[in-house]
């Protein structure tokens, strides 16, 4: 095969007759295209251009050869828009349990409802999604940011309180701290605990931590503290229908960070893609609309 990049200066000066306008096209010097032209009649041991005034014609080679090249090159421009078109027609996103559970889910309805000519499909896995691969498009992950080859645009902060049902909160009456020590705590080995009692200035004891229900996410833990099966430590963001609406209860005021936060992540050179850019847009906006502060990007 001759080189790709020659054929296409021969079937773009073939169709304008003119080395000027070919290379006006192709964004190339006319010395350019004359010598590509140059390398692939070498290549071919035949003519395909002969000079005529201040134009080109071609040659019986040359004119036998280019309407074969124009279909080939149709064809390939044929091929890539159904690949375009498939890629546009489908957004991957991937997330974890806790925030498709909690959050996402509840709401993509309205994306893909803005964007009926768009299949959605959310994959939901604790694991570090392979974003490099492109199977997946985008990604809503928590972590402190600063990965390499990703654009990540801070969605929000990952804050933490106790929370548990008004009714077990009634049971134990005006609860301090310390008392968490003692009632039954939902999924005890979560580090998120240790954390807030500390700073709370509860002495924690070293050791392996309690026996308790232990469960793999946020959502799952918030349903069983509305069960009033004990005290959940959960990101009252996620939570602040179940609050309001008088499902759940806060008993404490401090909220602990331990400097996380959720992030939309896409590989840097997608990021621009136009279904990636406009799930981007509508899931901040939505985050602005919904956070009790600004968003930070």
């Given amino acids: 095969m001759p080189p790709l990049s020659a054929v ?52 019986d080679a040359g004119a036998r050869a280019a309407p074969q090249v124009s279909r080939a090159f149709d064809a390939i421009d044929q091929a890539f828009a159904r690949v375009r078109a498939d890629e546009e027609g489908l957004l991957v ?18 994306f893909q409802m803005a964007h009926p000519e768009m299949a959605v499909r ?12 492109g199977e997946i498009d985008c990604a809503i992950r928590a972590g402190r940011g600063g990965w390499p080859g990703l654009a990540a645009e801070k969605l929000l902060e990952v804050d933490f309180t106790p929370m548990v049902s008004p009714a077990f909160l009634a049971r134990h009456g005006d609860m301090q701290p310390s008392d968490l020590l003692h009632l039954p705590l939902i999924s005890p080995h979560d580090a998120w605990w240790t954390a807030w009692l500390r700073e709370a ?64 992540v896409a590989p840097e ?29």
Avoid: C
Wanted: hydrophobic letters at 40%; aromatic letters at 10%.
């Fill in 122 to 133: 959310l994959d939901t896995s604790d694991t570090i999604a392979d974003l490099e691969s």
């Fill in 201 to 264: 200035g509860v002495d924690v004891p070293d050791g392996p931590p309690r026996p308790g229900v232990r469960l793999d996410s946020q959502a799952h833990e918030g349903h069983a503290a509305m069960a009033g099966q004990g005290v959940a430590i959960l990101t009252p963001f996620f939570w602040r229908n179940d609050l309001a609406e008088g499902r759940l209860a806060m008993p404490f005021d401090q909220v602990t960070t331990r400097g996380y936060a959720y992030w939309f």
């Fill in 8 to 59: 296409r200066v021969f079937e773009a000066a073939a169709r304008h007759g003119n080395f000027t306008r070919a290379a006006e096209e192709l964004g190339m010097t006319q010395a350019a295209v004359s010598y590509q032209v140059k390398l692939l009649e070498e290549r071919l041991g035949a003519s395909l251009f002969r000079r005529e005034g201040r134009g080109v014609v071609l040659t």
């Fill in 93 to 110: 996103i991937s997330t974890s349990n806790t925030f498709a559970n909690a959050w996402l889910a509840w709401r993509l309805g309205s």
């Fill in 269 to 297: 050179s997608r990021r621009n893609v136009p279904k990636i850019k406009r799930f981007r847009e509508w899931l901040i906006e939505e985050m602005v609309r919904e956070s009790p502060v600004p968003v930070l990007g």
